[in-house]
């Protein structure tokens, strides 16, 4: 009698030659997940991310929660990137609600939203050097986050989770005199960022290490629905802020960088060009905002959703196309509340990228996807 | 205000403090005492002056002043001395102990931060008693399915054999502990004792990432032992000898590095490679493998471990000195020790000491041991920098690196030194 397994369950066959490593979750070189690695020799034959460690529910917490207390648990996916992540459920949210956002409020979430960014491409930045053996690459970024933080700090009240977006606007008025503050430090920022291509991205050693490895064709990026700067990197112009601009992207000038290779160096230069272009986005968001005029909207304590309808809205994260889906059954709640997130997306590239790879060049390519493992799970 | 030691009472320490001096006291005499006239009574003891330092005359002349220096002189021609103090283990830990310091604060400056601070009063200078005692007080936990006794053994190995590789340093004209005609030779042997203790700590250890980390150090020492020895035959050829303190004398008027620069650049990478410091740390990959073959060692399996990573540091920056940069030859720095003393005494109000025995190291000793001092800590300086500058790189280029290029950038300099000695520039009839 002979069972017809399916081939996930079937037993496979042990090969004396493969070894079994299982990187992560209590690995440094793997973040909140596995990885599971077969190699024969220095050789990876084949990969199997198991994400999953930092599930937390909070699609279903939001089902419990009004529209704006659940602000302050849906940004804790990527506490560094919060402001975009919260972006497209407060979009979202408006629209459900019926809300009309000021002016002013727009050009301050998009402010908020690139100096959101640049932290968290500095925060991994910085793992990415040290996924590399690059200690000072660790270091530096770790450092230079400071600058950003404190503005972000001044703007909302809190360094990391700042439950700065609400439905309506953003929660409080900039500080007096930040304009001016903002503007020098992000242009010290911007020039601080462009000393790391001497010490890194311009490194013969990081480059011989990282140039034509995991190289994901044009082709692969579209059809595993990778996001992002993965995408970028692999010769696709797609930008969220341009092909679909929302809030006042449409008027603001944003250059999409967009390189060919496709490999681990063209996927880490993305993020590093895009910090660049969040700066001049920021001088200008700083140039045009109205300076005076409401940035909220008052609401009723606790506003409905209007009957039943649904919404879709996306933007573009640190990380790619971040979006939300709310349906609303005219409730307090939202009926339903999905996230849609880039890191998923981006691992689904990473057995393919992986297989044939030498083991050394695992931790660069797997944190070249531009990957946050607690946003993967949700 | 919180209070420190809510149940301090001032009789109670001083009881406290009473009973240590007196349990203290007792064990020096029960234990202490008897101990050290036994190791006394099993050392061939030095004769001075005529009469032979028995355990009994030492204790008597240790409390005559002026006949303490003459105890100090016979200490310091005996062997333990040089193996445990100057040339040998305690002066190599010393200086590695200072290397630890200088590259984390040499470290954290070029990465824009402040380092260890807090222990100790000045610049955390205490950081490492701190993480030593660490280390010390920690568990040392053994895996279950690992081979106990060669676990055990490899740190311990690995600590002896950094410890014999400091043994053929030349430190100054006649300060080494083992002057061995074939010194280089012995080098080369016992650097090549590393990758077995290597493979031997990471096989035992029966654990997949040490596993890979043992291999990895393997390929690496065994594809760099062979442009490291290469590299190396140029200065033999020049010198004619493999003795190291000659090859350490040989170079009063210049060092080799002046004639072979391409031989020193390929030891200066192989030596990075038998280091395992950045760009070569590829056996410690935390990203990759953990910590490589140190996955498994814990507590002060592993402190043994660094203690010998770092005395080998010391030891290979002092080759590369003898070898390449002139070993103890410098101009003289150090004034001569003042004549009068020796003759006159030293004259302190009313008192004049006579001491007998008073230099007691001589004035070329000092100044040998002066610039083989700077030398060997500017060259642990570039050794250490390259840690804040680069990446790791992978295996296959490691190996690309140590099998085509650096082999063939040391025949290069072997053939500079083959034309250095036919054209007569040196070697008999040349410069020296």
């Known amino acids: 009698m002979t069972f017809n397994l399916p081939p996930g369950l079937a037993l496979q066959k042990v090969d004396e030659r493969i070894m079994t490593l299982n990187v992560g979750p209590q690995h440094p070189g793997s973040g909140h997940m596995r990885i599971i690695v077969q190699i024969d020799g220095d050789y990876i034959v084949a990969c199997d991310p198991d994400p999953g460690y930092v599930h937390r529910g909070e699609e279903k917490m939001a089902e419990y929660r009004n529209y704006i207390t659940n602000i302050p648990h849906l940004e804790r996916p990527v506490i560094h990137d919060s402001c975009n992540i919260l972006y497209p459920y407060v979009l979202g949210a408006e629209e459900i609600l019926g809300i009309e956002v000021p002016e002013r409020a727009k050009y301050v979430r998009v402010i908020a939203s690139e100096l959101n960014r640049c932290i968290y491409i500095m925060y991994w930045l910085a793992i990415y050097g040290i996924f590399l053996g690059h200690s000072t690459m660790f270091m530096w970024p770790a450092g230079d986050r400071e600058l950003l933080i404190d503005l972000m700090e001044k703007m909302t009240g809190a360094r990391v989770t700042h439950a700065h977006f609400v439905p309506g606007g953003v929660r409080n008025d900039l500080p007096p005199n930040f304009e001016d503050v903002c503007l020098r430090q992000v242009n010290y920022f911007e020039k601080r960022i462009k000393e790391y291509a001497a010490v890194f991205y311009d490194n013969p050693i990081l480059i011989s290490r990282t140039r034509d490895t995991g190289i994901l064709s044009r082709q692969d990026a579209i059809r595993y629905g990778t996001t992002g700067s993965v995408l970028r990197a692999s010769g696709v112009d797609y930008d969220l802020r341009v092909k679909e601009p929302y809030d006042v992207y449409d008027e603001l000038d944003v250059h999409t960088n967009v390189l060919k290779e496709g490999d681990s160096y063209a996927r880490s230069k993305i993020p590093w060009l895009d910090m660049m272009e969040s700066c001049n986005i920021i001088r200008q968001a700083l140039q045009k905002m109205p300076k005076s005029g409401s940035v909220r909207v008052k609401l009723k304590p606790n506003p409905k959703g209007k009957g039943l309808n649904s919404v879709y809205k996306r933007v573009e994260s640190g990380r790619g196309s971040l979006g939300c889906y709310i349906v609303s059954d005219g409730k307090t709640e939202p009926y339903r509340v999905k996230l849609s997130v880039p890191s998923f997306r981006n691992l689904i590239a990473l057995p393919n990228l992986l297989r044939g790879e030498k083991l050394g060049n695992m931790p660069s390519v797997y944190w070249s996807l531009n990957y946050w493992p607690v946003e993967a799970d949700r | ?432």
């Open chain 2, 1 to 432: 205000m919180s209070v420190i030691a809510p149940n301090f009472k001032l009789s109670e320490f001083i009881k406290s403090l009473l009973d240590n001096a007196f349990w203290g006291l007792l064990l020096l005499v029960l234990v202490g005492v008897p101990a050290v006239f036994m190791i006394l009574f099993f050392i061939e003891m030095p004769v001075i002056n005529g009469e032979l330092l028995t355990p009994f005359l030492a204790l008597t002349w240790l409390a005559d002043p002026s006949r303490i220096l003459p105890v100090v002189h016979a200490f310091m021609a005996t062997d333990i001395f040089r193996v445990m103090a100057f040339p040998g283990f305690g002066f190599a830990a010393l200086l590695a102990a200072a290397t630890i310091f200088v590259e984390r604060k040499m470290l954290a400056k070029l990465q824009l931060r402040v380092g260890p601070f807090y222990c100790g009063k000045f610049e955390g200078i205490l950081q490492l008693m701190g993480d030593g005692l660490k280390l010390i007080s920690k568990e040392i936990i053994i895996p279950a399915k690992a081979d106990k006794p060669i676990f055990w053994a490899a740190p311990v190995l690995f600590v002896a054999a950094a410890a014999s590789f400091v043994a053929f340093i030349p430190v100054a004209p006649g300060w080494v502990v083992a002057d061995v005609d074939l010194g280089l030779l012995g080098v080369f042997a016992v650097i090549g004792f590393f990758p077995i203790i290597t493979i031997l700590s990471a096989w035992s250890a029966n654990s997949k990432f040490p596993f890979i980390g043992g291999i990895r150090a393997l390929f690496q020492m065994v594809s760099f032992e062979i442009p490291l020895i290469l590299s190396l035959l140029g200065v033999v050829m020049l010198t004619g000898s493999l003795n190291l303190s000659e090859i350490a004398a040989s170079q009063s008027s210049f060092p080799w590095i002046v004639f072979l620069p391409i031989g020193a650049i390929v030891f200066f990478i192989t030596m990075l490679a038998e280091l395992e410091r950045i760009p070569f740390d590829l056996p410690e990959a935390e990203s990759e493998i953990v910590a490589g073959w140190l996955t498994e060692l814990s507590g002060m399996m592993y402190g043994l471990v660094q203690l010998g990573t770092y005395l080998k540091l010391y030891a290979f920056a002092g080759l590369f000195v003898v070898l390449f940069l002139g070993g103890w030859n410098g101009p003289m720095v150090v004034p001569p020790f003042p004549a009068e003393i020796l003759t006159d005494g030293i004259v302190m109000g009313p008192v004049t000491a006579k001491i007998p025995g008073l230099p007691l190291f001589t004035q070329e000793m000092l100044n040998g041991a002066l610039w083989f001092v700077l030398k060997t800590v500017a060259v642990i300086f570039f050794i250490l920098l390259p840690r804040g500058v680069f990446p790791r790189i992978r295996i296959d280029m490691l190996l690309n690196l140590g099998w085509t290029k650096l082999i063939g950038l040391a025949f290069v300099n072997i053939f500079i030194a083959l034309g250095l000695l036919y054209a007569g520039v040196l070697g008999p009839g040349g410069l020296q």
